[in-house]
């Protein structure tokens, strides 16, 4: 069964950090690219990072450029996100998503073959 759980979201105050994880399994999560997501309250959803199946290539949204960081530990089939400085307007559920192939997740989302069932983030002024 294909799942791709999603894990270390809360409730935090500007300027702190939090350590998202993706855990994925029932398929082969090293032929995939990943990339994260999310989602606030009334918006649609937004990109955040992606990553490529090897972990070499990253890229960002320039809302987050420079505090947030995108890795994948291919050994455990998990992909992470470090935020850093987070601001109130981090605030929202956040997913990670996967595709299978080379080419790099499309910041649309739309590309992608799975979803995490999203963790809350909140941060507070």
């Known amino acids: 069964q294909v799942q791709l759980v999603e894990s270390g979201g809360g409730s935090v105050q500007a300027g702190a950090s939090l350590r998202l994880s993706c855990a994925a399994s029932g398929y082969r999560f090293r032929t995939y690219t990943a990339g994260w997501f999310r989602q606030a309250p009334g918006k649609e959803r937004q990109f955040v990072s992606g990553i490529s199946w090897s972990g070499d290539y990253t890229y960002y949204a320039d809302s987050v450029k420079g505090r947030f960081t995108i890795s994948r530990d291919n050994a455990k089939n998990t992909v992470y996100l470090q935020m850093n400085s987070l601001k109130p307007e981090d605030t929202a559920v956040y997913y990670c998503?996967?595709?299978?192939?080379?080419?790099?997740?499309?910041?649309?989302?739309?590309?992608?073959?799975?979803w995490g069932q999203g963790t809350q983030v909140t941060v507070s002024s």
């Open positions: 998503a996967t595709r299978a192939g080379l080419a790099i997740i499309n910041t649309t989302g739309r590309d992608a073959d799975y």
